[in-house]
């Protein structure tokens, strides 16, 4: 059965300091990693998917890693607006099921 | 495009009642997700369709529980009767299953309450 592991659990930055996300996988024929932002009370938002280890993507203050392990959510100097859960998510087999890790939840204070 | 649109966005009932929720995909997509999110346990895939026919549907709960897809722009899920443990966030995700960009894109949501 395909697993899917996100750390830390919580994690609460000062505005600047920067940090990583952890999700770590073992799944059978991986088709691509995905990364998702979940503000309160909205439905995950697409941030960036990766299909082959070294791969790398980057938006503003995030850069996304993966390995044939696992990927890592890069966040370089936080501000407030970038306080949301962070979740991971692989997508695997033939028939493109896509299954959740149980996300980060990040918080900057200023 | 609108994006993937989910209806009622929220939804009180009581125990013992039949619960509809529905989804429209973003058009041109092929896959549809049904997913259940509560703080426990997370976001569960529940069911998942490929051009309209369901393709695993090991995370249905119970036989109280059931989706369809009867066209490609168009699915619901119906919990029939519905229970207080039932209460959580569904959401619905469509993707191009087989294009170049797999991602899925979320709604915004049902907040089901059974009382």
């Known amino acids: 059965e395909d697993q899917v592991t996100q750390s830390p659990e919580a994690l609460r930055l000062q505005e600047g300091e920067s940090s990583s996300l952890n999700c770590s996988y073992t799944?059978?024929?991986?088709?691509?990693l995905f990364w998702y932002r979940q503000d309160p009370g909205k439905g995950p938002e697409f941030l960036f998917t990766l299909y082959s280890a070294g791969e790398e993507k980057e938006k503003e203050r995030l850069k996304a890693t993966l390995t044939k392990k696992e990927s890592f959510l890069h966040i370089t100097a936080p501000k407030p607006e970038d306080s949301a859960t962070y979740l991971c998510?692989?997508?695997?087999?033939?028939?493109?099921?896509?299954?959740f890790g149980t996300g980060t939840r990040l918080q900057v204070t200023l | 495009d609108a994006g993937v649109i989910q209806s009622p966005r929220h939804e009180v009932t009581e125990m013992g009642q039949e619960v509809t929720l529905r989804c429209k995909p973003i058009s041109g997509h092929n896959s549809l997700f049904w997913y259940r999110q509560t703080m426990m346990r997370g976001l569960e895939l529940l069911i998942y369709?490929?051009?309209?026919?369901?393709?695993?549907d090991s995370g249905m709960p119970e036989d109280r529980f059931s989706a369809k897809m009867p066209n490609a722009s168009f699915s619901t899920l119906k919990i029939q009767p519905s229970e207080p443990r039932d209460s959580a966030v569904y959401f619905c995700?469509?993707?191009?299953?087989?294009?170049?960009?797999?991602?899925?894109?979320f709604g915004q949501g049902t907040r089901l309450t059974v009382v």
């Open positions: 799944v059978s024929g991986l088709r691509g």
């Open positions: 995700a469509s993707s191009l299953y087989g294009g170049q960009n797999t991602e899925a894109f």
């Open positions: 998510a692989v997508l695997t087999g033939t028939a493109s099921k896509l299954t």
């Open positions: 369709f490929n051009n309209n026919v369901p393709i695993d």
